[in-house]
């Protein structure tokens, strides 16, 4: 099959799809494999390691979409891309429709086939989004760390504390991947910790990450506790491929502490915060209620060489499902298509824009 790596144009994304190690792979198979010129630059992978192992560089995003049946990008195509898309192209990228109601009607109108990174399960989880999820949650962190000072609008807590002081309070909505790695850094940090799930075994794993970690259910009057206290929340709701629920009201977050801080990771699905809205790198935080809002939609993007290497290993065994003589056939990755040739059919999706 011949596959192509388009350069990703999205404010501030600096992954690649595929590092050379990965795309050699695809080679080794007999695939042949095109990567716009520049695309892995920014995460450290110059155009000639990927000539190294046989992949063939395009001069542009014309050339790779043009010579190519198999489209493999890390976010959904912008306005930019349309143009370049064919009703035979298979794409396979994160793309998050249950909350880009256009973007799925352009996909219908173009009669193409795509397949979204995160609806890819195996066994109940989510490989492909897996490691995306486990960056974001410590960035989630990081950032809520910085946002908290006060040269940026924050109420000048050191997370961690020190002796005589008092820790800082990082709350938490979800205890899956991107939870749990947020949990596991502001543990590290030495802050105090509440984490909230629906899922006691979901609980029992985070509970264990440290004894200034509390996990507990997510019932609406113990989470609206949390959060009145809370320096820093995380968003880390997650229903694949579906419109995530607000967990948050806007009364709730009107209630913190001026200068806390919220990160909601969710916001690619919509978000769990009632005030969010998505954001980007070039202005990534808004004041509402006092409150510092981050609703960066491609987090992981700040950190592209990590993020790349990541990607490509989890996503490498899928791009070959999808190229070998099986293809779209593959039970997986049958299971994965958001929309087959002008229709969506994947239930969550279809549900969200019906």
Do not use: W
Request: with cysteine; net charge negative.
């Amino acid at each position: 099959m011949r596959i192509g790596i388009p350069k990703e144009i999205k404010s501030n994304e600096g992954r690649v799809a595929l590092v050379p190690p990965a795309a050699a792979e695809l080679v080794k198979h007999g695939h042949e494999v095109y990567l716009q010129a520049g695309a892995g630059v920014a995460s450290g992978y110059p155009d000639l390691d990927y000539r190294n192992v046989g992949v063939k560089v395009a001069a542009d995003a014309v050339e790779t979409y043009a010579e190519t049946q198999l489209v493999l990008k890390v976010k959904a195509p912008v306005a930019a891309e349309y143009g370049l898309l064919r009703s035979d192209h298979i794409l396979f990228c994160f793309l998050t429709l249950a909350t880009n109601p256009d973007l799925a009607l352009l996909l219908q109108e173009k009669g193409l086939t795509a397949v979204a990174f995160e609806t890819v399960e195996v066994d109940g989880k989510l490989p492909v989004l897996a490691p995306m999820s486990a960056i974001a949650g410590r960035l989630a962190v990081h950032i809520g760390v910085t946002l908290l000072h006060t040269p940026q609008g924050g109420r000048g807590v050191l997370l961690g504390g020190i002796p005589a002081t008092e820790r800082g309070h990082v709350v938490v909505l979800g205890a899956g991947n991107v939870g749990r790695h947020a949990v596991a850094a502001a543990a590290a940090l030495g802050a105090r910790v509440s984490v909230f799930a629906r899922s006691r075994e979901s609980l029992a794993r985070v509970h264990g990450l440290g004894p200034n970690v509390t996990a507990q259910p997510a019932y609406k009057p113990l989470i609206a506790e949390a959060i009145y206290d809370a320096d820093l929340l995380v968003g880390a709701v997650l229903i694949a491929g579906a419109r995530t629920p607000k967990v948050v009201s806007a009364d709730m977050v009107a209630e913190m502490k001026p200068g806390s801080v919220i990160v909601d990771v969710s916001v690619d699905q919509g978000g769990c915060v009632e005030t969010i809205h998505a954001t980007d790198y070039d202005n990534p935080t808004y004041m509402q209620d006092e409150v510092i809002h981050f609703g960066v939609t491609n987090m992981p993007g700040a950190v592209p060489r990590t993020s790349s290497q990541a990607l490509s290993s989890a996503l490498l065994p899928f791009v070959l499902r999808l190229a070998s003589a099986e293809g779209l056939g593959d039970p997986v990755m049958r299971k994965a298509i958001n929309i087959a040739q002008g229709e969506i059919v994947y239930p969550a999706v279809a549900e969200a824009l019906a």
